[in-house]
């Protein structure tokens, strides 16, 4: 006996004018054929219905593109159909220039993915890699089900919390299975004995008792060791402005080697949304940003090692020399800080014993599912902040903000106020305070209190998202990396009179340049940075064509 052919996923292609229907058809046929099926209805009614039926059949739907002027049922509602009947699925919208206002309000209120202008000529260049990009995206997130690792844990479980998030940032198909309401959860419990929890088991049949996040890695296939030990530039951190540093270096010739302790994308990876990033005016997950960034890094050649620490910067060489916690030494020519930031912890009783108990720090987009229909409460006033909460106001009964500014719009940026506002089960309450934290195994409830007077209450929550202040990464380096009083990294004009002795004579530091020759910070880790995806991006990009000049001295 053989196994059924796995079935293809669907795109789905709508239009009332035969013409227009035939042409598409004929062109994602040629294009797709072989690896998908392609469906066709010839109007908004047919669709719909065809839609249904492919529900029904518990078949994938990965793409609908469909045009927007049909009678009776027009694209929108179409495509916001699909995006009710199957999770994840990528739409597009066919569009005259006169409808553009149609598509760009399709944007805001159906996170549409696309729209092309019609026609589409040539195929090749305006619309197969538009439908390129969106299948892959698709595919990061639905992956067969033999390809998909199994979590075995409890919501609230600290450990289970750590491998969720770090599978969930990383894109890796997962399936959880929680001990406290699945039958088949306790049994694999049962039968893998005490101690066992978290219990990972790979695709490949691996199972990991209680594993830390370096050996769920290495039963991945994740790259953690180089097989390089000398590089033209090393960097520390995969944020927006390490991957863009990464990419720059390596496209213009350097040898390049990016060091990420964790999971590449930094903070900006956690965003559900970014919204305001140029070039995506119908927004980008964080993680898929990441995603995008790594693959291109790879494209170039990058030696992207990723969980990998580095503990210690040893400046007593001619060169820079990274230590990383497996021992490894990478030697560079140059090497650029972009280490980022951590968010600060809640210093309130009950709240170390709490979390990973309930209390999350960023947005832990892995507890989607676990707040669906629960009382949850964000504590921030900045765009992370905003963000977290207008996604999961999808899923959670209420979101409560609580904001120490005494106006949400003071450091949140004014379209995710308007989101926040226009969401009836988001509560807004500005100038306060956590005061304390309660609950015996679990996160309970919070008491709150007013910045500005003594009065406190109490808020039932069982989850809560912190997204506060801004601890640099640089504890683990020599006290020859300068850094102000936050123990963030001075660099260029803020060094003040430094002068840097050369082969060609002295030189003023340059711009990103720290204390050290040759060191550079960008991004977020950065004194004075610009806390923006943009600016990092720019940063790690610019700082590329001084460490050309550090290469050539």
Known sequence: MTDAPARRPSILAVDDDPAVLTAVHADLRGRYGRDYRVVTASGGAEAIAALQQLKLRGEAVAVVISDQRMPEVSGTEVLRAASELFDGVRTVLLTAYADTEVAIGAINELHLDYYILKPWDPPEERLFPIIDDLLLDWHAAHQPEDLVTRVVGSRWSPATHVIRD?????????????????????????????????????????????????????????????????????????????????????????????????????????????????????????????????TQARRFEVDVLAPAAVTALDLSGPYPALELSDGQSITAGALILACGVSYRSLDVPGSDRLEGRGIYYGAALSERDTVEGEDIVIVGGANSAGQAAVFFSAHARSVTILCRAGDLGAKMSSYLVDQIEARPNITVQCGTVVREVHGDERLERVTVAGVAEDAEWSLDASSMFVFIGAVPRTDWLPAQIGRDERGFISTGPALGERRYRTAEGERDPFLYETSVPGVFAVGDVRAQSVKRVASAVGEGSVAVQFVHQVLRT
Do not use: K
């Open 166 to 294: 770090y599978l969930q940032r990383n894109q890796i198909p997962m399936l959880w299975l929680d001990v406290d309401s699945s039958a088949e959860a306790r049994m694999l419990r049962d039968a893998a004995g005490e101690g066992a929890l978290p219990l990972v088991i790979t695709p490949s049949g691996i199972q990991l008792a209680a594993p830390d996040v370096a050996a769920l890695a290495a039963a991945l296939g994740h790259r953690t060791r180089s097989d390089g030990e000398t590089f033209d530039l090393a960097i520390v951190g995969a944020g927006p402005a390490g991957l863009a540093a990464a990419v720059y270096g390596a496209s213009e010739g350097l040898r390049t080697v990016l060091v990420e302790q964790l999971v590449p994308g930094g903070q900006a990876g956690q965003s559900s949304r970014i919204e305001n990033y140029l070039g995506f005016p119908n927004g980008i997950a964080g993680a898929d940003l990441a995603r995008r960034a790594v």
